[in-house]
């Protein structure tokens, strides 16, 4: 899967830009007032915005971390996993909105997409991770 030239991040880890592209996607269309109602905002909206935020902020952490030893990479392996998780939540409480909210499917298969993606990106990285630093498991 190629990322456009347009919007590749100079040096930067494609888990990283599929998450946040995800999670831009979910700050627009929650901050969408014709897609989640006002008497929302403070509900289920701020936990998906802050959920996305954190899934992006885990990804740049874990990036951040080159095991040296069995504890760094275990600490970078829950990163993955905790962004992994965060992907997965957001796109939980998407499904449950759309009967809640009568949210438009089509909004949200394409969120969905975009969170999917993100997901398995960071997956793949973390399965790569696991090949690269079998010494440390």
């Known amino acids: 899967m190629a990322v456009y030239k347009t919007q ?15 999670a831009e996607y979910t700050l627009k269309i929650t901050h ?3 897609v989640f109602p006002k ?8 936990k998906l915005q802050d959920k996305a935020v954190e899934m992006v902020m885990l990804t ?8 040296r030893n069995r504890l760094e990479y275990e600490a970078r392996h829950a990163k993955q996993i905790q962004a992994m998780a965060a992907a997965r939540a957001i796109m939980s ?30 997956s793949g ?13």
């Open 93 to 122: 409480v998407a499904d449950m909105c759309i009967e809640l909210y009568g949210i438009a499917p089509s909004r949200v298969e394409y969120w969905t997409k975009q969170l999917v993606v993100a997901r398995n990106t960071i």
């Open 125 to 137: 990285w973390c399965k790569k991770d696991s090949e690269r630093f079998k010494q440390y498991q």
């Open 32 to 34: 969408n007032e014709k």
């Open 60 to 67: 740049v952490e874990a990036n951040e971390i080159f095991p």
């Open 8 to 22: 590749r991040k100079e040096g930067e880890l494609l888990a990283i830009t599929k998450a946040r592209d995800a």
């Open 39 to 46: 008497k929302a905002r403070y509900t289920i909206v701020k």
